[in-house]
């Protein structure tokens, strides 16, 4: 990973710098880099959006952005810097002659063109051609795309396409945000740093290992994009099966872009297709009813604004995955995720493999399984729960679950903890291209999730009702209990 010291300047241009994207995310990571004073002193920030205003006005926009955003109070100074890296340019992303403006803002002997397409992928056509036109771009230049890139293989790669035609692979920085968070990369250094974990990180001492990502919300205003998606390819797709492969992979020769990607895709290629012929027992699907979150009554899916009442779009999917290789073979991967559950919670479970043998039966009939809980948020840290003696002198030893807590924010009080937006949007503008994923892992966990999405298509499969506020349809508990297993709860 890059560590702090001097990058070169660069020019980064948002294009839809005036959308939700650069309003709750960019602008809120790049004042947090700010003051961080991670940010080159030469680097500017500059807006491009079609509406028609200034760079005084755009300033205003950000300011309040960032008053309406940032849990942190605004501070002067810092913000007398940052304001001072902004300018806007109006430009209709769709007419490619407009892009020419760039050329009068753009120091490309000084600074290094970083484009981030914080708009939706129907643009990023024009937008390549447009920079094209301009005559703008050198081998240097770099471009930051969003998720979702496409909602198949098929449209995924036209994507891939359009922007090849354009950039070469070694400038395109693919973001998924889950990425740049702390505790996913400290799964590199607790498998592959750690010898209590790297010699048990195998079919022989673990049992199965859960991945949780559960939402609150619903919707949220998003009905018309999230219906023609759902949750398996808004979801699971990308933060999940990212998450997955970071647990999975082998270790790679050093921490190289091309050598983790490399070891990802291995993972990628190797998870067993889930198809009509299998697909009712290795998934589950849901779509959340009315119900109360906290206390309070929240309408079901259907009853949403704008809902189209016949929709059978799901809102929570469970799966069970194998892996076929060496390293995992016979150990179930549990992954689930949904809108509207009991609470906001984003984990791995690593169940070990209880012990043969109990001679604490006082304690336990049978001896409960060790377990690493990594918390991915909304508390970022690493639990381990063993079993230890209950101080005291009585007859018998008695044993108590207990958790060594390893949590970052206690072992590291003078570290800050940066989001995962803060990590990439400075890895794109050092570039450092580790964290950012390649085509060919895109497009394989493409060609998975299409093979479970049309085994659902050929079933007409409808997705089971859950009342929002509790943990998803009753099937995803059968999922695991066929197994003998159970959800951490």
């Known amino acids: 990973m890059t560590d702090k010291k001097t990058f070169e300047p660069c020019d980064l241009v948002i294009y839809g710098a005036l959308g939700d994207l650069s309003k709750r995310k960019l602008i809120i990571s790049l004042y947090r880099l700010e003051k961080a004073s991670f940010i080159e002193p030469d680097t500017r920030i500059i807006g491009v959006d079609r509406h028609d205003m200034g760079t005084p006005e755009f300033i205003e926009t950000a300011c309040k952005s960032l008053q309406a955003f940032l849990t942190d109070d605004l501070e002067d100074i810092v913000w007398e810097r940052f304001s001072a890296r902004l300018s806007y340019l109006k430009i209709d992303l769709?007419?490619?002659?407009?892009?020419?403006?760039?050329?009068?803002?753009?120091?490309?002997?000084?600074?290094?063109?970083?484009?981030?397409?914080?708009?939706?992928?129907?643009?990023?056509?024009?937008?390549?051609?447009?920079?094209?036109?301009?005559?703008?771009?050198?081998?240097?230049?770099?471009?930051?795309?969003?998720?979702?890139?496409?909602?198949?293989?098929?449209?995924?790669?036209?994507?891939?396409?359009?922007?090849?035609?354009?950039?070469?692979?070694?400038?395109?920085?693919?973001?998924?945000?889950?990425?740049?968070?702390?505790?996913?990369?400290?799964?590199?250094?607790?498998?592959?740093?750690?010898?209590?974990?790297?010699?048990?990180?195998?079919?022989?001492?673990?049992?199965?290992?859960?991945?949780?990502?559960?939402?609150?919300?619903?919707?949220?205003?998003?009905?018309?994009?999230?219906?023609?998606?759902?949750?398996?390819?808004?979801?699971?797709?990308?933060?999940?099966?990212?998450?997955?492969?970071?647990?999975?992979?082998?270790?790679?020769?050093n921490l190289e872009a091309e050598n983790i990607h490399s070891e990802k895709i291995k993972v990628l290629k190797a998870l067993r297709p889930i198809t009509a012929s299998n697909v009712e027992e290795k998934t589950v699907r849901g779509q959340y009813t009315a119900g109360y979150i906290k206390g309070c009554a929240v309408p079901g899916y259907l009853e949403e604004a704008g809902a189209n009442t016949e929709s059978t779009t799901e809102s929570f999917v469970a799966l069970r995955v194998d892996i076929d290789n060496w390293r995992w073979a016979g150990v179930p991967f549990y992954l689930r995720t949904g809108k509207r559950l009991t609470g906001k919670r984003t984990e791995i479970v690593v169940y070990f493999k209880q012990l043969p043998h109990n001679i604490f039966k006082d304690s336990f009939r049978e001896l409960p399984?060790?377990?690493?809980?990594?918390?991915?948020?909304p508390n970022e840290g690493v639990e381990i729960e063993i079993l230890n003696k209950i101080p005291g002198i009585d007859e018998h030893i008695k044993l108590k679950k207990t958790k060594l807590d390893l949590s970052f924010s206690d072992a590291f009080k003078k570290n800050r903890i940066f989001g995962g937006y803060e990590k990439l949007v400075l890895e794109a503008m050092r570039g450092n291209p580790t964290l950012f994923l390649s085509r060919e892992e895109t497009e394989q966990a493409w060609t998975w999730i299409d093979s479970i999405q049309n085994a659902w298509n050929h079933y007409k499969d409808t997705p089971k009702p859950y009342p929002a506020g509790t943990w998803g349809p009753v099937a995803s508990v059968a999922l695991l209990a066929r197994d003998g297993r159970a959800w951490e709860e």
């Open 94 to 253: 769709t007419q490619a002659d407009q892009y020419r403006q760039l050329n009068t803002v753009i120091d490309q002997k000084s600074r290094i063109m970083v484009n981030y397409f914080a708009v939706s992928p129907f643009l990023f056509k024009s937008i390549c051609q447009g920079l094209s036109a301009s005559g703008i771009l050198t081998e240097n230049s770099r471009m930051v795309m969003e998720k979702p890139i496409g909602h198949d293989l098929k449209s995924s790669r036209e994507i891939n396409n359009e922007v090849a035609s354009v950039f070469s692979e070694k400038q395109v920085y693919r973001i998924d945000h889950y990425l740049g968070k702390e505790t996913v990369l400290n799964l590199l250094a607790l498998r592959f740093a750690n010898s209590i974990f790297t010699t048990n990180w195998n079919h022989n001492t673990i049992d199965h290992i859960q991945i949780t990502v559960a939402e609150e919300v619903g919707i949220e205003g998003r009905w018309d994009y999230f219906d023609k998606t759902g949750q398996l390819r808004d979801m699971l797709q990308n933060h999940l099966l990212q998450i997955l492969t970071f647990i999975a992979m082998e270790p790679p020769a």
């Open 369 to 377: 399984p060790n377990k690493l809980i990594i918390h991915l948020q």
